[in-house]
T-cell receptor, first 116, second 109 residues
Framework: DTAVSQTPKYLVTQMGNDKSIKCEQNLGHDTMYWYKQDSKKFLKIMFSYNNKELIINETVPNRFSPKSPDKAHLNLHINSLELGDSAVYFC???????????????FGPGTRLTVT | GQSLEQPSEVTAVEGAIVQINCTYQTSGFYGLSWYQQHDGGAPTFLSYNALDGLEETGRFSSFLSRSDSYGYLLLQELQMKDSASYFCAVRDDNNDMRFGAGTRLTVKP
């Protein structure tokens, strides 16, 4: 069984389009995250959700919006896609909430987004 | 500002021992983690140190010195499959997980 799954694995689209990436975890974790990894492999956190509430919101463009229908899902919507949005997006989850956390997160397989 | 510094590349031969260092400067500190990422794959958790000292898990060990804001990942008996990128990460007091830029380890025969 896949612990953290993402769809699609690959996404090729044109500038200006709106797209969504879905994420689901079956680990019973209460915190989920979205990361962006650029071509230089730098991992940057974008959002995290704890019990359906946003607890981290990095300075990402408001074209990006996370949506969590329930504790097991955290989807990422991107409006008006730009060339610079091309990257690999990873979903992740962890067990803990707002308190000091252990450092273990489980990552999904990633979605490679290419904007042309 | 906040930063995590680690070498960009390390090369070693099979069977050898390699140490990947990480120094950090963050607002608050709640432990140092290490992740492995193979090309085309997802980061996978390797280890976590909240307290000073050495944590050992099989061929991999991780060390932390909070007074020096420093840690390292030690890989022993290197195998070809260990070729990957290794990231150190710190959770700061904003509950943000900060990752280093990653160290690309190449293991040669």
């Amino acid at each position: 069984d896949t612990a953290v799954s993402q769809t699609p694995k690959y996404l090729v689209t044109q500038m200006g389009n709106d797209k969504s990436i879905k994420c689901e975890q079956n680990l019973g974790h209460d915190t989920m995250y979205w990361y962006k990894q650029d071509s230089k492999k730098f991992l940057k956190i974008m959002f995290s959700y704890n019990n359906k509430e946003l607890i981290i919101n990095e300075t990402v463009p408001n074209r990006f919006s996370p949506k969590s229908p329930d504790k097991a899902h955290l989807n990422l919507h991107i409006n008006s896609l730009e060339l610079g949005d091309s990257a690999v997006y990873f979903c992740a989850s962890s067990q803990s909430g707002l308190a000091p956390l252990p450092g273990e997160q489980y990552f999904g397989p990633g979605t490679r987004l290419t904007v042309t | 500002g906040q930063s995590l510094e680690q070498p960009s590349e390390v090369t070693a031969v099979e069977g050898a021992i390699v140490q990947i260092n990480c120094t950090y400067q963050t607002s608050g500190f709640y432990g140092l983690s290490w992740y492995q990422q193979h090309d085309g794959g997802a980061p996978t958790f390797l280890s976590y140190n909240a307290l000073d000292g050495l944590e050992e898990t099989g061929r991999f060990s991780s060390f932390l010195s909070r007074s020096d804001s420093y840690g390292y990942l030690l890989l022993q008996e290197l195998q070809m499959k260990d070729s990957a990128s290794y990231f150190c990460a710190v959770r700061d007091d904003n509950n943000d997980m900060r990752f280093g830029a990653g160290t690309r380890l190449t293991v040669k025969p």
